[in-house]
């Protein structure tokens, strides 16, 4: 018994969890746990809806990020976790999660997958300017769900695929705790390019 409390003491707990178990063609906007926009960091019109627990963005060349806004961190140093599912390689698409994120700025820590280059990236944006900081290269395989982390701590800012440690940086340019969320890239509708699912941040 005393071990088994041991073991629930040592394992992280969801600080925020979406499963997107909605009904298809809800927007992200409309989910019990809100959803932002972070206007400073999107050039979308329509928020990501739902399709099949999956959200995804729009059938456009536009940038999409938004963040829970009901799940403010008082550290910095959090996992933001999500699902990536590659519908199909249109090499258009990008997408997946940011932490560090500040609220009114196009700034944050980034980790994504890239179909243009069938890349993993780990980046930073200050005010708008990218920065890739590291980078795993390998082809997503369609239908094959990957888990996606980016989990800074303290200046290390690191990307994980699949529970293995596949880039790692050292940065200082965002510091203060900022939000948690995702980002999505390129044409993202729910056919084609990477929606996402079970977002969590720890």
């Known amino acids: 018994m005393a071990r088994r409390r041991l073991l629930r003491l040592l394992t992280p707990a969801d600080a925020a969890h979406e499963d997107f178990a909605v009904a298809d063609g809800t927007a992200i906007t409309a989910l019990a746990r809100p959803w932002t926009k972070s206007t400073a960091a999107s050039t979308n019109t329509d928020a990501p809806t739902i399709d099949a627990g999956r959200a995804h963005g729009e059938n456009a060349a536009t940038v999409t990020t938004y963040?829970?806004?009901?799940?403010v961190p008082v550290s910095p140093d959090y996992?933001?976790?999500?699902?990536?599912?590659?519908l199909s390689d249109n090499a258009v698409s990008t997408g997946g999660v940011m932490a560090r994120?500040?609220?009114?700025?196009?700034?944050?820590?980034?980790?994504?997958?890239?179909?243009?280059?069938?890349?993993?990236e780990l980046s930073?944006?200050?005010?708008?300017t990218t920065t890739i900081l590291g980078n795993f290269t390998t082809a997503a395989v369609v239908d094959q769900p990957?888990?996606?982390?980016?989990?800074?701590?303290?200046a290390v800012i690191q990307m994980w695929i699949d529970g293995v440690l596949r880039a790692?940086?050292?940065?200082?340019?965002?510091?203060a705790p900022g939000v948690a969320g995702l980002m999505l890239g390129g044409a993202t509708p729910s056919t084609t390019g990477l929606p996402f699912d079970d977002f969590k941040v720890m």
């Open 67 to 71: 963040y829970r806004a009901d799940f």
């Open 79 to 86: 996992r933001v976790e999500v699902t990536v599912v590659l």
């Open 101 to 120: 994120h500040v609220v009114g700025a196009n700034t944050f820590y980034r980790a994504r997958y890239n179909t243009g280059n069938d890349n993993w």
């Open 124 to 128: 930073k944006v200050v005010a708008g």
């Open 146 to 154: 990957y888990r996606l982390w980016l989990w800074p701590k303290g």
């Open 168 to 175: 790692s940086a050292n940065d200082t340019a965002i510091v």
